[in-house]
């Protein structure tokens, strides 16, 4: 009996001898064996988009992505230019990362090109017009899903808010950036037909022209200056800000930044919350999930800020209705 017993024992210590290091591979892969160090290139249009970028990371670490542990960043700035974006996405695509993220329309629409004929995910963090290079809203059909700023769609609201807040003005210049197509210039013009606004279309191209149009807009007295959404003159933002304040032109932006910058109003999502809000996109797609079946998403959030010094400034009392919709006034 006891050399049964003995028997019995020495085969399950040889089982366990044997099976032990099995054991290990199975239970400890894949964090206590090689941990997968993910790639994620990154593509921004300006300079402005580097603290939300930031922001974005940091939301990452929150979700355990951890840089320099299980995640490593390339970062690339095209400081404003056109050219250095279509480089800059065709060696994102040679280096072949895990996943690409992207800042904006801007940014975006060259890395959808250089992607062609690849399965390299893209997740675009703050697409003003999404629809430039995915099928649906629903489903992307390709290897692109992130979040839109709605740009196009919050283009007439703005102007309905800065009709609201100054209800006397009739003629309102639109700053239009034509480099970003006329999706959004369609939009403010079916808002000032509705609103019986007139608009004064005022096209840049290039930081030259910004002293000529507001020379225009007091020339052909507008009574307010509603900046459309665009990379390029959100970039410009402090010289549209300072050329406003000299003519004594109310404006209303997109981004809270300009708001707080000294421009009158601002509508739209708050861009570091977008930022964020795209990492959850990103540790799907790092999971498995296919861009594809993802769908855009809306910001989360908007907000209407308005800047009570600017308003003092230029002489400008708000109507009691609009005080009360603002979700931040700057005192």
Known sequence: ??????????????????????????????????????????????????????????????????????????????????????????????????????????????????????????????????????????????????????????????????????????????????????????????????LAVRLQVLEVRSPDDFEGVFQRAKKERAGALNVLASPFLAAYSKTIIDLAARSRLPAIYQWREHAEAGGLMSYGPILLEVWRQTAYLVGKVLKGAKPADLPVEQPIRLKLVINMKTAKTLGITFPPSILVRADQVIQ
Do not use: C
Not at 93 to 118: C, E, F, N, R
């Open 1 to 194: 009996m006891n050399s049964l017993r003995e028997r019995v024992l020495n085969e399950d210590e040889t089982w366990t001898v044997f099976a032990l290091p099995v054991l290990l591979l199975f239970t400890s892969s894949p964090l206590a064996l090689a941990q997968s160090v993910y790639r994620i290139g990154a593509l921004v249009a300006d300079d402005q988009f580097v603290p939300a970028f930031e922001g974005f990371k940091k939301r990452m670490a929150e979700l355990a992505y951890i840089e320099g542990k299980n995640i490593r960043y390339e970062f690339y700035n095209a400081k404003g230019s056109r050219e250095a974006l279509k480089r800059l996405a065709q060696k994102l695509v040679q280096d072949k990362p895990d996943l690409i993220v992207t800042s904006s329309t801007t940014a975006t629409a060259p890395m959808a090109k250089a992607i062609q004929g690849t399965n390299l995910p893209v997740v675009f963090l703050s697409a003003g017009n999404p629809l430039a290079f995915v099928k649906s809203y629903a489903s992307s059909g390709n290897n692109l899903t992130g979040i839109s700023t709605s740009s196009i769609d919050l283009t007439g609201k703005r102007l309905e808010l800065l009709k609201a807040a100054l209800p006397r003005v009739s003629r309102v210049a639109t700053l239009w950036d034509p480099a970003t197509g006329r999706s959004q210039l369609t939009a403010v013009e079916a808002a000032a037909h509705a």
